[in-house]
């Protein structure tokens, strides 16, 4: 089944407390991103990748980092997370035509 | 900045009615449109595209795409309490380098 598979589902961290959200998937895109949905303000892009080792940021990228050392996984990194990173997150991939298939989502809680 | 707007809701319909769906973006190079529900607590599901001027069906959805307005719509025809969702206008602009989201609209469909 083609589809994008983010972890974990939910997380509750504490302040500064290193973390990562994997994404993986399995159809082949060349492009993936990452997500915020806050009440709101809407999907606000994180960063996106167009393909491997080929990253840049979008509207909100400060206090992440993402990594794309093979194409079908995109990690997002939250080296000292803080509570306004408490949001629901979105893994993402396409390709050059169609629009992203999105994950099911990572809820975030940082204490 | 590139922006996508979308009708204020929430939009209620009777059940059997027509919703119709706007949205308008300001980037005049943006190639591709999108159409995405999202139900509460899950993740967006893309359901229409559209790339070319005028209109495209797909069952009880059609996409009108009118660039030289820079304006996208969604129809959906005899609306289903199972319609009931949030739907976001997406717009790639600079050929998926950036790819917007507009604010969402609330569709409510009544039995």
């Known amino acids: 089944e083609a589809q994008v598979t983010q972890n974990p589902r939910y997380l509750i961290t504490v302040t500064g407390k290193k973390l990562t959200v994997t994404c993986s998937q399995n159809?082949?895109?060349?492009?993936m991103s990452w997500y915020r949905q806050d009440p709101g303000l809407g999907l606000r892009q994180i960063y996106y990748?167009?393909?491997?080792?080929?990253?840049d940021k979008g509207d909100v990228p400060e206090g992440y980092k993402v990594s794309r050392k093979e194409k079908r996984n995109f990690p997002l990194i939250l080296e000292s997370p803080s509570p306004n990173q408490t949001s629901l997150y979105f893994c993402?991939?396409?390709?050059?035509?169609?629009?992203?298939?999105f994950g099911s989502g990572t809820r975030l809680t940082v204490v | 900045q590139k922006e996508v707007e979308q009708n204020s809701g929430p939009l209620s319909v009777p059940e059997g009615a027509i919703a119709s769906l706007n949205c308008t973006y300001s980037?005049?190079?943006?190639?591709?449109f999108f159409w995405y529900r999202q139900y509460s607590g899950k993740s967006p599901e893309l359901i229409m595209s559209?790339?070319?001027?005028g209109d495209k069906e797909d069952g009880r959805f059609t996409a009108q795409l009118n660039k030289a307005s820079q304006y996208v719509s969604l129809l959906i025809r005899d609306s289903q309490p199972s319609d009931s969702a949030t739907y976001l206008c997406?717009?790639?602009?600079?050929?998926?380098?950036?790819?917007?989201f507009g604010p969402g609209t609330r569709l409510s469909v009544l039995p």
């Open positions: 993402a991939s396409r390709d050059s035509i169609y629009g992203y298939t």
């Open positions: 997406a717009v790639d602009v600079n050929y998926g380098q950036n790819f917007v």
């Open positions: 159809m082949n895109h060349e492009y």
């Open positions: 559209i790339y070319s001027n």
């Open positions: 980037d005049r190079v943006s190639q591709s």
């Open positions: 990748s167009m393909n491997v080792e080929a990253t």
